[in-house]
Nanobody
Framework: QVQLVESGGGLVQAGGSLRLSCAAS????????MGWYRQAPGKQRELVAF???????TYRDSVKGRFTVSRDNAKKAVYLQMNSLKPEDTAVYYC?????????????????WGQGTQVTVSS
């Protein structure tokens, strides 16, 4: 069974920093893109940043220059360093991964989500 487990959320004042971590576990054969989404109350879930297995990175415009996404393939982990946080960054942050895993004698692909971690930025 594949799982994504996040950590690192919390409460921080505007201008502060947080680092989110997400580790994948299970019978994983290969991880393609890994990334972060967020969902604020009353709003749709939105992409924050993702990084492909080849190292290509995409950020949403509002976080460029403040957030940095990285991954450690050996640890099957993805990270999000968030600096200069603003109140509008407040949301539940979700880890996301597209991966290939073994299931019996077969390999399968799927997209998995973490349980979410709350980030609250006070003004």
């Amino acid at each position: 069974q594949v799982q994504l487990v996040e950590s690192g959320g919390g409460l921080v004042q505007a201008g502060g920093s947080l680092r989110l971590s997400c580790a994948a576990s299970g019978s994983i054969l290969n991880i393609n893109a890994m990334g972060w989404y967020r969902q604020a109350p009353g709003k749709q879930r939105e992409l924050v940043a993702f990084i492909t297995s080849g190292g290509s990175i995409t950020y949403r415009d509002s976080v460029k220059g403040r957030f940095t996404v990285s991954r450690d393939n050996a640890k099957k982990a993805v990270y999000l360093q968030m600096n200069s946080l603003k109140p509008e960054d407040t949301a539940v942050y979700y880890c996301n991964a597209g991966l290939e895993y073994s299931s019996g004698s077969y390999s399968r692909t799927g997209v998995y989500w973490g349980q979410g971690t709350q980030v609250t930025v006070s003004s």
